[in-house]
């Protein structure tokens, strides 16, 4: 249950539910999700770390730059169905690009 | 199915790839394995299959798929059916390809079959502000 308690801690605040929400309709560095919310940099960078502990959010990075991405495999028990797909193929078919991306290679 | 009211998701893609490599992204089983989950696919019509994830503590990982409709490189349609923590999902995903004059091709997801009632049903875009007011309210009792 540990793992559940951080999701529900993580999403507790609004600020991080709506970088959460900003993230699940698509990938993001820092600098667009500070522009997007009103809130100070270390406050955006505290909130993805507690997302990130939670498992909500992952990085990736390129370089010097990071960007942001929801993970919506880690809500799955806690949300409808609907809320949850509707994160879940634009996350997979992001894959499905890079991987079709690679074939070319 | 009882004859209640369901949703549908819809998305569209336009992805710089021939329809022919896209096909192959959706259908064939090790590709699919890395960018959706592991499976045992194989596009044939009426095939029936899972997919599968680690399981949790509150989900097996697995989704139950049967092929549908197969038209290659065009339609390709599975119902997707799981159940999580004693609650039933049975949907099904339909793949729609149209080539784009650049040489790429729109991609068209529809996954249809979503119950519209219970407590957060509300529509594809009520639906996730529900959920998340609906659990900041639940938080604020449990914290």
Known sequence: ?105 | MNGTATQTLRFTWDLPFAAAKVWRGLTDSKLLARWLMENDMSPEPGNRFQFRRPPEPWWNGVVDCEVRELEPRRRLRYSWSTEIRGSRLDTVVTWTLTPLADGGTRLELEHSGFPAEGPFAGGAKAGWERMVAALGDVLKEEL
Do not use: C, N
């Open chain 1, 1 to 105: 249950m540990q793992r559940q308690d951080a999701v529900f801690r993580a999403l507790a605040d609004p600020s991080r539910r709506a970088i959460y929400e900003r993230l699940s309709r698509g990938e993001a560095p820092v600098k667009a999700l500070v522009a997007g919310s009103g809130i100070s940099q270390p406050a955006v960078s505290q909130h993805l770390a507690k997302l990130r502990e939670a498992g909500l959010v992952s990085e990736r990075r390129e370089g010097r730059h990071a960007y942001y991405r929801a993970e919506p495999d880690a809500v799955m028990p806690l949300l409808d169905w609907l809320a949850h797909y509707q994160a879940f193929w634009p996350e997979r078919v992001e894959r499905l690009k890079t991987l079709l991306k690679e074939m070319d290679e």
